[in-house]
């Protein structure tokens, strides 16, 4: 690669070989009027200095690239180009220092990374990621299906991951996997963490230890082999659109009402926010939600910077305390004109794509603070898809439109109200015309069974007042016969303990008893009758022994 310069203005590059692309970072302070043309074997940079001097820069390139894949971005301090090879997995060779040049490129042999070379380190992968994302255009949201990233296994350990599945916690058999370079993020800072694939190997988990990423897989890899890195892009690109939108709602709400968020939730549903605040009015949660999406139509940029610890600039900085284990430089996200934050999650390069916001709602938090839901990008759109999905199917089942749905309902509730409390008033009278037919019974034994589906606690417990001293021992159920249900035994005092836990057992279930009464909740209905023939029993041999 040569360089020619007709002005110079020295600045501090750098350059990252990818087997499918060339990246280019370089510095232009107190420039204006900025262009920058890609052609296919050279790039062209031209602007003005704060003198109005005009700055000519013409640099040939190694190898051919495609001007319609690739493109540039300009932030304050810096340019930073994106430039697609023709002939993919081609490396270009490492730039060579020639000191009788003197043009306003000055390239930081240091930080040259390529991959082709063994014994050189890769890039930060965190540093490239977040370079992707900003080189997109504002108007859409980025995209990284087609990146093809080779990095080095540094160790796989023998490990293993407990995960719920079904309500059920599971613990997985598998590999530590440490690499020299990775694209997937560990969880932190309130973020889920990234999946994808080491070559066809799932990332099932992803851990921050230390400065280094942890992957969890289920096949062992070779360590010092290469191996291929994917990333499930659609995962985090919601991850970043929904951690973009909570700094903008968390500086938007300190803003306008001063409320100050103490703690956020990424969900996979819908995110939350905790604000330090006893209640937030409907009015504000509109006027809120309202700024928000003014500002994401204003495509401000979202713009990543790293500053050393003891930079003075960290004493501005809105930020929770670092980790104990933190390594390395600061990470500011910096909305431009809107909030600077320390911040180690994946973010969005403008909050145009964010897409739109929709905030749902508040609720009472702990310790007098208040929970502001939201929702942020294609969550937006998958909400609004299953709430129409809804709407279609009430106006099916209403016969009406989705205007008359609430009067619907409401008329529905009261007739259903009504026909409960009909349905109560003839379940009593027909527990009490259950007792009273048992009673006048000349025939009756000293064991009473009933079940009715359709009955409730009440029900049983009217009935048992009427005759449990009528009989030895009562068993009343209710519920579906093939589901679950609730169960009452009434009896003598020594009877009901003594059974009251092996009917329980019977129908897997739980109860409690107490003064000759023993009742619960049955699992298996079914098994009832296996209940009947115990109790049967029991009777038979009280009459056997009176004999």
């Known amino acids: 690669m040569c360089e020619e310069a007709e002005f110079s203005q020295p600045a501090k590059t750098q350059w990252y070989d990818r087997k499918n692309y060339v990246f280019v970072e370089f510095c232009v302070e107190d420039s204006k009027d900025v262009s920058v043309k890609i052609e296919k074997f050279r790039l062209i940079f031209s602007c003005k200095t704060a003198d109005n001097t005009d700055l000519y820069n013409n640099i040939e390139l190694y190898s051919k690239v495609d001007p319609n894949d690739s493109r540039h971005k300009r932030s304050d301090r810096s340019i930073t180009l994106f430039m697609r090879k023709v002939e993919g997995k081609r490396a270009w060779p490492r730039l060579t220092k020639d000191k009788s040049k003197f043009a306003w490129l000055v390239v930081d042999f240091?930080?040259?990374?390529?991959?082709?070379?063994?014994?050189?380190?890769?890039?930060?992968?965190?540093?490239?990621?977040?370079?992707?994302?900003?080189?997109?255009?504002?108007?859409k949201p980025p995209t990284m299906d087609d990146l093809d990233f080779e990095t080095t296994v540094i160790s796989c350990t023998p490990a293993e991951l407990t995960t719920t599945f079904n309500g059920k916690d599971e613990t997985l058999k598998g590999f530590n996997v440490i690499l020299e370079d990775t694209l997937l993020f560990p969880e932190g800072g309130g973020q889920p963490d990234d999946r994808g694939f080491i070559n066809d190997t799932p990332v099932l988990r992803v851990t921050r230890r230390g400065a280094e990423a942890v992957h969890f897989v289920q096949s062992p890899l070779e360590p010092l082999s290469k191996v291929q890195l994917k990333i499930d892009w659609e995962r985090r690109f919601d991850h970043m659109q929904q951690h973009s939108g909570q700094h903008l709602l968390s500086a938007l709400a300190e803003s306008m009402f001063g409320f100050q968020t103490t703690s956020w939730e990424m969900g996979r549903q819908r995110s939350s926010i905790e604000l330090d605040t006893t209640s937030m009015s409907s009015e504000q949660v509109e006027a809120l939600e309202k700024a928000t999406n003014e500002k994401i139509r204003e495509h401000i940029p979202v713009n990543v910077r790293v500053i050393s610890v003891d930079d003075p600039e960290m004493q501005q900085i809105e930020s929770q305390d670092l980790p104990d284990d933190h390594a390395g430089p600061i990470r500011i996200i910096d909305i431009v004109g809107i909030d600077a934050n320390m911040c180690c999650g994946t973010h969005v390069s403008n909050l145009s794509h964010l897409q739109v916001i929709k905030l749902l709602g508040t609720e009472k938090g702990k310790k007098k603070k208040t929970n502001l839901f939201f929702l942020v990008g294609n969550r937006v759109l998958k909400y609004a898809e299953k709430s129409l999905t809804v709407e279609k199917a009430l106006t099916s089942l209403l016969k009406n439109g989705p205007a008359q749905h609430v009067e619907a309902v409401e008329r529905l509730q009261k007739s259903a109200k009504l026909l409960q409390k009909n349905n109560q008033n003839l379940l009593r009278d027909l527990?009490?015309?259950?007792?009273?037919?048992?009673?006048?019974?000349?025939?009756?034994?000293?064991?009473?069974?009933?079940?009715?589906?359709?009955?409730?606690?009440?029900?049983?417990?009217?009935?048992?007042?009427?005759?449990?001293?009528?009989?030895?021992?009562?068993?009343?159920?209710?519920?579906?016969?093939?589901?679950?249900?609730?169960?009452?035994?009434?009896?003598?005092?020594n009877a009901v303990e003594a059974l009251g836990p092996k009917v329980a057992e019977i129908l897997d279930g739980k109860g409690a008893g107490k003064q000759g009464r023993y009742q619960g909740r049955a699992s298996k209905m079914s098994n009832r009758r296996k209940v009947e023939a115990l109790l049967q029993r029991y009777v038979q041999m009280l009459d056997t022994k009176e004999e």
């Open 431 to 493: 527990a009490l015309l259950t007792a009273k037919t048992f009673k006048n019974d000349a025939n009756k034994g000293k064991l009473f069974i009933l079940h009715r589906k359709e009955g409730d606690n009440e029900f049983m417990n009217i009935i048992a007042n009427e005759i449990s001293t009528e009989v030895v021992l009562l068993f009343l159920t209710v519920g579906d016969e093939k589901g679950a249900g609730l169960f009452l035994l009434v009896g003598q005092v």
């Open 110 to 139: 240091d930080n040259w990374r390529d991959w082709f070379n063994d014994d050189e380190q890769m890039i930060d992968m965190e540093h490239y990621a977040n370079m992707l994302k900003d080189l997109k255009d504002a108007e």
